[in-house]
């Protein structure tokens, strides 16, 4: 229901989001990079929403995720987001932007803008995609203090720490193994090993750390890991699914689709029946709900 130009979202809070992990749901993390698509995933059904790290440098700065995003730019559009929408957010912190200091920065940074779910990783900064070549690691026992820096800077027990490993493209799947269950062990509430490479691999991982703690995974197109269904994913055990550059390739795609249309024929009109037009886009954005709104302090 939308009130006050916002969507009232169901199962915002992070004890919900706990609760529906202990419950083994199926949670679906769209991927977001802004306000707009995060009201739009919103429209559409999604309760959980993941702000990638990628798409926001890909949108915002027009470059590759290759640690070029700063905190104060994730925390800023982790604000937006939240004043928009009542949606779960998981938000990617990346590293943390440095040592277990930094990365309490971030914690309580991200928390305060209105993250519900922090994820941390163990590669070393600038880092770069995790379905790109010649990622490093720090050593495990530098995240695992960063895990704990991480649980100990919240302000609120509910809000789930995510510990991600990039491991398995620099050690191999068992040295990955390995770190994410030390990063449980250091208080992590979810694990995330990016980019298995196949669906062996899945498999094997939820055997290995399905009950240590939930899973989540990603899917990439184009990327590392063979492209699963979230219902798949869920089938084989993972709890958390995320889709997080989907929405920029989409949008990538059509924005240059419909620029080669405009350079071609100097006007919209072969491309109209793929846009909304003015009207039918301030109905998604709500502009007459808010425009009542404000008429009320008239």
Known sequence: MQQAGRIEAKGGAAQDLRARLARRECIVAPGVFDALTSHIAAMAGFDTLYLSGAALAYTRLGQPDVGLVSVSELIDTTALIRDRVDCALVVD?????????NVQRTIRGLERAGAQAIQIEDQTFPKRCGHLAGKSIVPASE????IKA???ARHDPATLIIGRTDAI?????????ERARLYAQAGAD???VEAPQSRDELTRMVG???DVAPLMGNMVEGGRTPLHSAQDM???GFSLVIFPGGIVRALARCATDYYASLKAHGENGPFRDRMFDFHELNGVLGTDGLMKDASKYD
């Open 169 to 177: 493209a620099v050690e191999g799947f068992e040295k990955a193994i």
């Open 234 to 236: 869920h089938a084989l």
């Open 150 to 152: 991480a649980v100990d």
């Open 190 to 192: 979810m694990l995330f």
């Open 93 to 101: 912190g990346d590293t943390g932007f440095g040592n277990a200091l």
């Open 208 to 210: 290995d750390l399905a």
């Open 143 to 146: 995240m695992v203090g960063k």
